[in-house]
């Protein structure tokens, strides 16, 4: 009777042959299924990212090219009068929505070449507006600013 022992045995080693091979079409399934979920979720962060990166370009080009219009009305103000003065600045700031149309922009002033020799004039006539006005300079340039 060693034909059952040897079928018996031939039987377990197909069992055997049967689970490894089952054990080894699995894990590499698995294996293939989980490098396609990474790729599937490195492939969607990339997009996120690009996504979330022009949003975030697109932003700060609106941001600074905003201000960039607004001052661009200010320069042709300044064209279309070459003795802009303090009251003229002033009612052009105070006609502008200046949080939307120079958004970022903290504050706008005027810069006026005073002469040395006028700068006492020029103080008093600043302070007779705001009586805080003061100058500090440094040196002894003949134009100030």
Do not use: C, K
Not at 65 to 79: D, E, Q, W
């Amino acid at each position: 009777m060693p034909f059952p022992a040897a079928s018996s045995r031939r039987a377990a080693l197909w069992a055997r042959v049967g689970v490894v091979a089952a054990l080894v079409s699995g894990l590499t399934l698995t294996w293939v299924l989980a490098r396609d979920e990474v790729q599937y979720a490195r492939a969607t962060a990339q997009n996120d990212f690009s996504r979330a990166n022009e949003r975030l370009v697109t932003e700060v080009r609106r941001r600074l090219t905003t201000p960039h219009s607004g001052l661009r009305g200010l320069a042709g103000a300044f064209a279309a009068n070459q003795h802009l003065t303090r009251e003229d600045l002033r009612a052009y700031v105070e006609s502008r929505d200046l949080a939307r149309e120079l958004a970022g922009v903290r504050g706008l002033g005027l810069i006026e070449r005073v002469p040395r020799g006028d700068l006492d004039a020029f103080v008093a006539q600043a302070q007779r507006e705001r009586s805080d006005f003061s100058v500090r300079t440094s040196g002894a340039a003949e134009d100030l600013y």
